[in-house]
C-alpha cells in the first residue's frame, strides 16, 4: 500500500516536471534560436547550419533549468497534495514525515545522476558538434549579405562594396578587397557583376574591370573582360575554436591533472591550450558540470518543508513563501559560489563543504520542527 501510494505521487513529479521542462527549454530555445539569425544575417551561413546549431543547442538549455524546474515541481505538488487534503493519505498509513522526505531525497538522487550526464557528457558533446559543423561549413549565403552603398567584411581578408544592387541579383560598381596576407593583397573594381554558383561554390562573375596586385609594396594592374572570383575559399569571422565549456570533460580532467602534476599524464586535446592562463577557467567549467549537480537533492530537502505545516496553521502561506524564496535563493547561490571556488585554498574548501554543511542543517531543523508538531 505504501509503495503504491509514493509511486502516485512520484509519477506526478516527473509529469509535472516533464511538461514544464520541455515548455520552458521550448520557449528559451526559441528566443536564443531569434538570437542566433546572425549566422545568416551577418555571418553568411546558410539556414542548414542556422538549424543544426540551434538544435544542438537544446541540451545545453535543458540542463541550465533542470534544477528550478526539479524544485517548481516538487513546490507544487507538495502544495497541490496538501490542498487537496491527500497528504492525509501518508500519515494515516503510518508514514512518518521523516521517511517521507528520506524517499523524495532519494528520488532526487535520479535527477542528479540525469544532471551529471546532461553537464557533463550530453551539453559539451552537443556544443562540440554545433562547433564542429560552423568550422566545416562554408560561406553559402552571400546573396543576402551584400547590400548597396555598404562595406562587406562578414568574412575574414575580404572587404566587398556594391554601388548598386538590383532585383535580380545584378551588381553595379564593385569594390573588392582581397587581403591574401600581410604583405600580398588584391584590388578589383568593375563595372557589374553577379554571385553564380559553379559546382556546388559561389563565384563572383565579374564584367569590365581592373586588378590591381599589391606585393612587398610593388603594384601590378591588368584589364579583365570577363572574370570569376572564388568566395567558397573565405571562412566565416564566427569563432571556430571550441569554447572551454565545449570540451569534453576528460579533457578538462587531463588539464587539471598535467597542470597540478606539471607533467603531462593525460593526454590533452589539441583545441585546448591547456595553461596557467587557462587553468582556473577549467576548474570552474569541471567543477560545474561534476559538482554543482549535488544542490539537486538539497533543494528537493528544502520543498519537503511544505509538509511540516498543514494548511489550517496560520504560518502555512508565509511558509510556502519562505520555502520558494529559499529554493531559489539556494540555486542562485550555487552558481554563484563557482565564481569563488578557485580564489584561494580556503574559498575552495567552503565551497567544497558549503552543500554537506546547508543539507544538514536544513534536515535537523526539519527534523525538529516536525517532532514538536
Known amino acids: 500500500m505504501k ?9 506526478d513529479i516527473n509529469g509535472f516536471f516533464i511538461i514544464v521542462l520541455l515548455s520552458i527549454g521550448l520557449i528559451v530555445w526559441v528566443i536564443q534560436a531569434v538570437n542566433f539569425l546572425d549566422f545568416v544575417s ?7 547550419v542556422y538549424f543544426y546549431y ?7 538549455i535543458l540542463s541550465a533549468i533542470l534544477p528550478f524546474v526539479f524544485f517548481i515541481s516538487l513546490f507544487n505538488i507538495l502544495t497541490k497534495y496538501e490542498s487537496n487534503n491527500e497528504l492525509l493519505i501518508f500519515w494515516t498509513n503510518g508514514i512518518k514525515k521523516k521517511d517521507f522526505v528520506k524517499v523524495i531525497i532519494r528520488f532526487s538522487l535520479i535527477y542528479w545522476v540525469i544532471q551529471i550526464l546532461l553537464t557533463s557528457l550530453i551539453v559539451p558533446a552537443s556544443q562540440n558538434k554545433a562547433r564542429s559543423f560552423i568550422r566545416s561549413s562554408t560561406i553559402d549565403f552571400f546573396p543576402s549579405l551584400i547590400k548597396e552603398k555598404k562595406f562587406i567584411d562578414t568574412v575574414e581578408g575580404l572587404t566587398i562594396f556594391v554601388g548598386k544592387k538590383n532585383a535580380d541579383g545584378k551588381m553595379f560598381n564593385i569594390f573588392l578587397k582581397d587581403q591574401i596576407d600581410d604583405f600580398k593583397s588584391q584590388i578589383i573594381l568593375a563595372k557589374s557583376g553577379y554571385i553564380d554558383v559553379i559546382d556546388g561554390k559561389n563565384y563572383l562573375s565579374l564584367n569590365d574591370g581592373r586588378i590591381i596586385n599589391i606585393e612587398d609594396k610593388k603594384i601590378i ?3 579583365f573582360k570577363n572574370t570569376n572570383f572564388n568566395l567558397s575559399k573565405f571562412a566565416t569571422k564566427t569563432t571556430t ?8 570533460t576528460y579533457t578538462l580532467f587531463s588539464c587539471i591533472v598535467n597542470t597540478l602534476s606539471k607533467k603531462k599524464i593525460l593526454k590533452e586535446n589539441f583545441y585546448l ?7 582556473y577557467e577549467v576548474i570552474e567549467e569541471f567543477l560545474k558540470r561534476i559538482y554543482l549537480p549535488i544542490y539537486i537533492p538539497i533543494i528537493a530537502l528544502i520543498a519537503c518543508f511544505l509538509i511540516s505545516l498543514s494548511k489550517e496553521s496560520y504560518y502555512y502561506s508565509k511558509l510556502k513563501i519562505a520555502v520558494f524564496l529559499l529554493g531559489v535563493l539556494v540555486l542562485l547561490l550555487s552558481e554563484m559560489s563557482i565564481s569563488f571556488a578557485y580564489l584561494n585554498k580556503f574559498a575552495f574548501i567552503i565551497f567544497l563543504i ?8 536544513a534536515f535537523n531543523i526539519f527534523k525538529s520542527q516536525v517532532e514538536k508538531i
Open 273 to 279: 591550450r591547456c595553461g596557467p592562463n587557462f587553468y
Open 42 to 48: 551577418e555571418d553568411g551561413h546558410g539556414l542548414n
Open 221 to 223: 594592374t591588368f584589364t
Open 354 to 361: 558549503a552543500p554537506f554543511v546547508i543539507y544538514t542543517v
Open 54 to 60: 540551434t538544435f544542438l543547442n537544446f541540451p545545453k
Open 3 to 11: 509503495k503504491k501510494i509514493f509511486q502516485k505521487i512520484l509519477l
Open 241 to 248: 575554436w571550441p569554447k572551454i565549456q565545449e570540451h569534453n
